[in-house]
């Protein structure tokens, strides 16, 4: 079956998942921080400050977050491709557990 | 089917009508899966078996499976919460498919179903990261740097309210727009068009329900190891 192989989740599965959370992460905490901002400018008084500054926080949050699911995705990566052809042994044919890709 | 395009005759608006109670579609859906669940659920109890046969062997593999996934990737930790995230997944899947029996829909294709599982989630998650660490567990919150905390604490902030809002879009967007495409599909060409789309859609609302399930993962596996 595609879904389930050798009783695990495959590969392909589990790729789709990761790529596809991370575009929405950057466009939601961009939106989340919008909120914040707006409702924090009602609550306080403090017509646009707020407002501007969250909304950057937000963007800034959003780029932070898809680095660090990047980096994790490749930490994922590299651990794949040293884990079938031994540790020993990555410099040079490190490529073989990248191939089906 | 989706909803807008005037009125689309499902089963649950018949069983309003009979039942009388004006709950929205979603509702019946979803009581539809727990239904499929339990039984399924009372059917295997009572005949659990040493050498697994049929039903027993489907949810075997799919509960082994994702349990081994769990492990490796949160570690043994990762048993402790994994009854929450399967229950999660195979829910999410029953909902999903329950949308491409011809009239019926799927209740994920409606926001408010998605929110609620996405805030047990976030709920879930920080709950589990406050048991284990205490007070402590603010530190998730702090970063690495001590000077640089206070604005590390409103950008985690933002970063944690994200994540049960994108986990409620994704899903809703995706199921929503795979049942509009079904609707729109059977006018343009009636069951001959419908057809080829199915196998595409059992695809996408498979990989939807486990997109819900790993994200879910990799927030428990966040609040339950070390903060960096």
Known sequence: MFFFKRDKPSEAMVLFGNVATIGMQLVVATFIGLAMGYYLDEWLGTKPWMLIIFLLLGIITGFRDVYREAMRLQRGADEQSAGPSGPGSDGAKGGPGRQGK | MAAGLAHPLTYSVILDQQLGLHLPPHVYYMWLAMIILFTCGFILRGRLQLVPGGLQNLFETVIGGLEDFVVLNIGEEGRKVFP?????????????????????????????????????????????????????????????????????????????????????????????????????????????????????????????????????????????????
């Open chain 2, 84 to 228: 929450f995230l399967c229950a999660m997944f195979i829910f999410i899947l029953v909902m999903n498919y329950i949308g491409l029996i011809p009239g019926c829909d799927a209740a994920t294709a409606n926001v408010n179903t998605n929110a609620a599982m996405a805030i047990s989630v976030f709920v879930y998650y920080n709950y589990i990261g406050i048991k284990k660490w205490g007070f402590g567990y603010i530190k998730h919150f702090m970063g690495p740097v001590i000077f640089l905390a206070p604005l590390m604490l409103i950008l985690e902030t933002v970063s944690h309210l994200a994540r049960p809002l994108s986990l409620t879009l994704r899903l809703f967007g995706n199921i929503r727009g795979e049942e509009i495409v079904l609707v729109l599909l059977f006018i343009l060409a009636p069951v001959l068009g419908t057809l080829p789309m199915y196998f595409l859609f059992i695809l996408g609302k498979t990989i939807q329900a486990f997109i819900f399930f790993m994200l879910t993962m990799i927030y428990l596996k966040g609040s339950l190891e070390h903060a960096h």
